[in-house]
């Protein structure tokens, strides 16, 4: 089978994402590659199909046991079979697991890396055709990441033992270019075919808030999603057990999660949440690791993380299917000092000298000056972001609290035409400052010299402020009414669309921040969030409704499967089935999400209780 058809048969996508054919045909190809890919942009799918059109076995090498657990849990529920071997198996279990794995009955495994130069697993890997090792989380194995795991080192050992040498495809999320490098060397990359997708997840909405009771404004959002989805980081793990008991005790179906629990609860809330018997999880960040839950419609920062870097780490478990989530941090002027604290007295920097602990601590405080300005920033949130992790945005993305209500849509045909007008009469000689100046009516040597004093549109636009003339006179250049020349010395100069902006022939608006004194919003970003979907579609009451049948039937699978609903269908397959309220068979093949198998599995039940309400068409 070709990948087209893999991947609708198995996954039921019609298309792939930016990179993947990319990564998927150079592996098949035969070439090394490194995949730098954002959290939830598909990285499984880049090895999971070529391990299927490879004659022999793909080992896939994961850091958490949870992750390989849910990976394989999805790739059975798709039809294809797969296993984990790790510490979380009975002797027992593993070595039936392993009897199963010779006789060639699992084209992929995931393994831990510890494991890989144990005795049993060597022998196996080596009486066995291993076409391909596939390095999950790649950036283990630098040390300059935060998450270093010496077993990493491992796996270039065990490589080197094969009698073959496999393809090796590396993945990762973190994209700095020292771990970059790292992976290359350690890993022992030959030439890799390398990809880099942009950090920007556009379905995240990201939202800072200021409100003075944080708890009601976190209440308030529940009760206006019911059933969705969603994670509550707190700073503290006081504050969790506070959250949390208020939560349940007002009778939503809330969990916890943090260091101080026993391993036995950690793992059972985390299955709560996961299979969604406890669809909020209220939390310290040392959840989320290895959670691959996909439909996470909302995360909530109870309080400022500490960077930036965790901060889009920890929203970024919102949306992983691609469908809209909420990212919101709810920031308080205390959460400065609670950081401070923390990095005062970071017991991992104990046990540096002291002149590399005030170099970590200097750069830690400097990471939570970046985090602070974000809660206060007027700038577009996202923008902010993406500039912090060296992209350029657009500077206004239209889905963030700041695009949403700090900015407004102005008319600036006045300013427009004062500009282009200053242009014209001093016949085009002058660059973009003498004209802001003249039109702002600065009284300087520069401007009597030039004598544009005596310009008629000298002060005309004395009462706006120049760094707003200034984004005004940035808007015009970027939609050509007017050009600046390539000199050195850049003179403006007028376009063919000047005239009908002066003529009065057009009128002129852009996005502008709004002057406020204080910048965070109380109320959520969103207007009428309530009817939106997670498509981010408005509804109608009768989708909406529709929409919770599935989501019922879902549970109900889930529940006698005993898997996590999302691995039946995601959120997406759902909203989609509501979108095209599949009538037939064929109909139903075309929700994406649905493969042949899971047709079969679960598509038949979903069809037929869309025909028995008449929904199908
Ligand atoms: P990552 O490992 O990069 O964080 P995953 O591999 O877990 O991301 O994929 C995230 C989600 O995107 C999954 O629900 C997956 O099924 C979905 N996905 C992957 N590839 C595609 C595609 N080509 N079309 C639609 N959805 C996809
Ligand atoms: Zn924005």
């Given at each position: 089978?070709?990948?087209?058809?893999?991947?609708?048969?198995?996954?039921?996508?019609?298309?792939?994402?930016?990179?993947?054919?990319?990564?998927?045909?150079?592996?098949?190809?035969?070439?090394?590659?490194?995949?730098?890919?954002?959290?939830?942009?598909?990285?499984?799918?880049?090895?999971?199909?070529?391990?299927?059109?490879?004659?022999?076995?793909?080992?896939?090498?994961?850091?958490?046991?949870?992750?390989?657990?849910?990976?394989?849990?999805?790739?059975?529920?798709?039809?294809?079979?797969?296993?984990?071997?790790?510490?979380?198996?009975?002797?027992?279990?593993?070595?039936?697991?392993?009897?199963?794995?010779?006789?060639?009955?699992?084209?992929?495994?995931?393994?831990?890396?510890?494991?890989?130069?144990?005795?049993?697993?060597?022998?196996?890997?080596?009486?066995?055709?291993?076409?391909?090792?596939?390095?999950?989380?790649?950036?283990?194995?630098?040390?300059?990441?935060?998450?270093?795991?010496?077993?990493?080192?491992?796996?270039?050992?065990?490589?080197?033992?094969?009698?073959?040498?496999?393809?090796?495809?590396?993945?990762?999320?973190?994209?700095?270019?020292?771990?970059?490098?790292?992976?290359?060397?350690?890993?022992?990359?030959?030439?890799?075919?390398?990809?880099?997708?942009?950090?920007?997840?556009?379905?995240?909405?990201?939202?800072?808030?200021?409100?003075?009771?944080?708890?009601?404004?976190?209440?308030?959002?529940?009760?206006?999603?019911?059933?969705?989805?969603?994670?509550?980081?707190?700073?503290?793990?006081?504050?969790?057990?506070?959250?949390?008991?208020?939560?349940?005790?007002?009778?939503?179906?809330?969990?916890?999660?943090?260091?101080?629990?026993?391993?036995?609860?950690?793992?059972?809330?985390?299955?709560?949440?996961?299979?969604?018997?406890?669809?909020?999880?209220?939390?310290?960040?040392?959840?989320?690791?290895?959670?691959?839950?996909?439909?996470?419609?909302?995360?909530?920062?109870?309080?400022?993380?500490?960077?930036?870097?965790?901060?889009?780490?920890?929203?970024?478990?919102?949306?992983?299917?691609?469908?809209?989530?909420?990212?919101?941090?709810?920031?308080?002027?205390?959460?400065?000092?609670?950081?401070?604290?923390?990095?005062?007295?970071?017991?991992?920097?104990?046990?540096?000298?002291?002149?590399?602990?005030?170099?970590?601590?200097?750069?830690?405080?400097?990471?939570?000056?970046?985090?602070?300005?974000?809660?206060?920033t007027n700038e577009c949130?996202?923008?902010?972001?993406?500039?912090?992790?060296?992209?350029?945005?657009?500077?206004y993305?239209?889905?963030c609290s700041n695009c949403l209500s700090q900015f407004e849509t102005v008319d600036v045909?006045?300013?427009?035409?004062?500009?282009?007008?200053?242009?014209?009469?001093?016949?085009?000689?002058?660059?973009?400052?003498?004209?802001?100046?003249?039109?702002?009516?600065?009284?300087?040597?520069?401007?009597?010299?030039?004598?544009?004093?005596?310009?008629?549109?000298?002060?005309?636009?004395?009462?706006?402020p120049?760094y707003k003339?200034?984004q005004?006179?940035?808007?015009?250049?970027?939609?050509?009414?007017?050009?600046?020349?390539?000199?050195?010395?850049?003179?403006?100069?007028?376009?063919?669309?000047?005239?009908?902006?002066?003529?009065?022939?057009?009128?002129?608006?852009m996005k502008m921040a709004k002057e406020q004194e204080h910048p965070a919003k109380?109320k959520?970003g969103?207007?009428?969030?309530?009817?939106?979907?997670?498509?981010?579609?408005?509804?109608?009451?009768?989708?909406?409704?529709?929409?919770?049948?599935?989501?019922?039937?879902?549970?109900?699978?889930?529940?006698?499967?005993?898997?996590?609903?999302?691995?039946?269908?995601?959120?997406?397959?759902?909203?989609?089935?509501?979108?095209?309220?599949?009538?037939?068979?064929?109909?139903?093949?075309?929700?994406?999400?649905?493969?042949?198998?899971?047709?079969?599995?679960?598509?038949?039940?979903?069809?037929?209780?869309?025909?028995?309400?008449?929904?199908?068409?």
């Amino acid at each position: 089978m070709d990948k087209y058809k893999l991947l609708k048969q198995y996954f039921g996508y019609d298309s792939f994402r930016e990179g993947q054919e990319f990564l998927i045909d150079n592996i098949l190809e035969g070439r090394d590659v490194l995949g730098i890919m954002p959290t939830g942009a598909g990285k499984s799918i880049c090895y999971q199909i070529p391990a299927l059109m490879m004659k022999g076995i793909t080992l896939v090498i994961s850091p958490l046991i949870s992750l390989m657990k849910d990976q394989v849990e999805g790739l059975n529920q798709a039809g294809i079979h797969a296993a984990y071997f790790n510490s979380s198996l009975t002797p027992g279990q593993y070595r039936k697991a392993l009897c199963y794995a010779r006789e060639g009955r699992y084209p992929i495994i995931y393994v831990a890396p510890e494991r890989l130069l144990t005795e049993e697993f060597l022998a196996f890997a080596l009486e066995s055709n291993i076409v391909m090792v596939a390095v999950d989380e790649a950036h283990c194995v630098s040390q300059w990441g935060q998450d270093f795991r010496p077993s990493y080192l491992k796996i270039v050992e065990f490589i080197d033992k094969l009698p073959i040498r496999p393809v090796i495809a590396a993945f990762t999320a973190t994209a700095t270019k020292e771990v970059k490098e790292d992976i290359i060397d350690l890993l022992l990359l030959r030439t890799p075919a390398l990809i880099t997708t942009g950090f920007d997840r556009k379905n995240l909405y990201f939202g800072v808030m200021a409100p003075k009771d944080r708890y009601g404004a976190v209440k308030n959002y529940l009760e206006c999603h019911p059933g969705d989805s969603g994670i509550i980081y707190c700073l503290t793990r006081k504050v969790v057990e506070e959250v949390c008991e208020k939560l349940l005790k007002e009778g939503f179906a809330a969990t916890r999660y943090h260091a101080g629990l026993t391993d036995e609860e950690r793992k059972k809330n985390q299955e709560d949440f996961i299979y969604d018997r406890s669809p909020v999880m209220v939390a310290t960040n040392a959840f989320g690791m290895g959670i691959d839950k996909s439909n996470v419609r909302f995360v909530f920062h109870y309080g400022m993380p500490k960077n930036l870097e965790s901060y889009y780490q920890e929203a970024g478990r919102g949306g992983r299917d691609g469908q809209p989530a909420e990212c919101i941090l709810l920031y308080n002027g205390q959460d400065v000092i609670t950081n401070q604290f923390f990095i005062e007295n970071n017991q991992d920097n104990k046990e540096l000298d002291p002149l590399t602990r005030e170099t970590v601590m200097e750069r830690d405080r400097e990471r939570l000056r970046i985090m602070t300005f974000y809660c206060s920033t007027n700038e577009c949130l996202r923008d902010y972001i993406l500039r912090y992790f060296g992209e350029y945005g657009e500077n206004y993305c239209g889905n963030c609290s700041n695009c949403l209500s700090q900015f407004e849509t102005v008319d600036v045909t006045k300013m427009a035409k004062a500009l282009i007008g200053c242009v014209k009469e001093c016949c085009q000689r002058y660059g973009m400052n003498v004209i802001i100046e003249t039109v702002h009516g600065a009284d300087t040597a520069k401007i009597r010299g030039y004598r544009m004093n005596q310009n008629s549109f000298y002060g005309s636009l004395k009462e706006v402020p120049v760094y707003k003339l200034r984004q005004i006179m940035n808007a015009l250049l970027m939609k050509s009414y007017l050009a600046l020349t390539k000199d050195e010395y850049a003179v403006l100069k007028l376009t063919e669309k000047s005239e009908a902006v002066l003529s009065g022939e057009i009128e002129i608006t852009m996005k502008m921040a709004k002057e406020q004194e204080h910048p965070a919003k109380v109320k959520t970003g969103r207007k009428g969030r309530k009817e939106k979907m997670p498509s981010g579609m408005d509804f109608s009451k009768k989708e909406k409704s529709l929409f919770e049948r599935l989501r019922t039937l879902r549970m109900e699978i889930a529940r006698k499967e005993k898997v996590p609903p999302y691995l039946v269908f995601s959120d997406k397959t759902l909203t989609h089935m509501c979108i095209l309220k599949p009538g037939t068979k064929e109909e139903m093949l075309r929700v994406p999400g649905v493969g042949e198998y899971k047709f079969e599995k679960y598509g038949k039940q979903f069809l037929e209780m869309m025909r028995s309400k008449g929904e199908g068409r």
